[in-house]
């Protein structure tokens, strides 16, 4: 057995995901690992798990950029050529969609990004 399947047993991923996705410590499960909108907690309430060395960077903002632009663009696309509404009231409907559902992902993109690092021992890039 070597040291790589070690650590990677571990640590599972999936779950850290999913702790991350829901904003709570990747160890425990049950600590808030955001204080306020972004800010990575400098240690878990619950079980004392150091997060000083994660860093996400800009990647949140990169990977919810993508997602959805991907999900809102064939959206405008049909809401367009089925409905034929006035640009303005497309284009109002579909901005205050595009920064509602950023606002809601951006967050738990983080939360998964620190939550991915930490099951891989990664400690920021």
């Known amino acids: 057995m070597t040291i790589e399947k ?6 599972p991923t999936k779950p850290a ?3 991350g996705w829901r904003r709570k410590c990747p160890n425990c499960g049950s600590g808030p690992l955001l204080t306020g909108y972004l800010k990575v907690v400098d240690r ?3 079980c004392h798990e150091d997060f000083t060395p994660q860093r996400a960077d800009d990647g949140p903002a990169y990977i919810t950029i993508l997602v959805v632009g991907h999900l809102m ?3 405008i696309h049909v809401a ?12 109002s409907v579909f901005t205050v ?4 559902l950023s606002l809601y992902m951006l967050p738990r993109v983080k939360g998964m990004i620190v939550a991915f690092q930490w099951a891989r021992r990664m ?3």
């Open 80 to 91: 367009f050529t089925t409905f034929r509404p006035d640009p303005l009231v497309l284009a």
């Open 97 to 100: 969609g595009c920064v509602a």
């Open 123 to 125: 400690h920021g890039f």
């Open 17 to 19: 995901l999913m702790c």
């Open 73 to 75: 663009a064939p959206l």
């Open 6 to 11: 070690n650590i990677s047993e571990d640590r």
């Open 44 to 46: 878990c309430a619950v």
